[in-house]
């Protein structure tokens, strides 16, 4: 069973960086596709990206295309999200996620971190 933790997220104005770290447990991190999904006020959890266990595949929503980055460290259980040129529309709430195997198009994930905030002020 895996364990994640988020962290990184704040506040920021529109344009500017921040980068999302989630961190997980367990001795098969290599073996879940992460991803990443955000919440805004009122409206309903969405797909963010995803990345396969080796690093080698990722997906994208087409929102952030060209300005975030999911990235994994399987050395250090860790999977980020770059997000750069930010929007005030990319204010919501960030969740890391894990799925055992599948693949970064799966939709239904296992485990679920407890989310960070991100707020871009304009």
């Known amino acids: 069973q895996a364990q994640l933790a988020e962290s990184g997220g704040g506040l920021v104005q529109a344009g500017g960086s921040l980068r999302l770290s989630c961190a997980a447990s367990?001795?098969?991190?290599?073996?879940?596709?992460m991803g990443w999904f955000r919440q805004a006020p009122v409206k309903e959890r969405e797909f963010v990206a995803a990345?396969?266990?080796?690093?080698?595949?990722?997906y994208y929503v087409d929102s952030v295309k060209g300005r975030f980055t999911i990235s994994r460290d399987n050395a250090k259980n860790t999977v980020y999200l770059q997000m750069n040129s930010l929007k005030p529309e990319d204010t919501a709430v960030y969740y890391c996620?894990?799925?055992?195997?599948?693949?970064?198009?799966?939709?239904?994930?296992?485990?679920w971190g407890q989310g960070t905030q991100v707020t871009v002020s304009s």
């Open positions: 996620a894990a799925r055992w195997g599948g693949t970064v198009y799966s939709q239904n994930y296992d485990y």
């Open positions: 367990g001795r098969t991190f290599d073996s879940y596709v």
């Open positions: 990345i396969s266990g080796s690093g080698r595949s990722t």
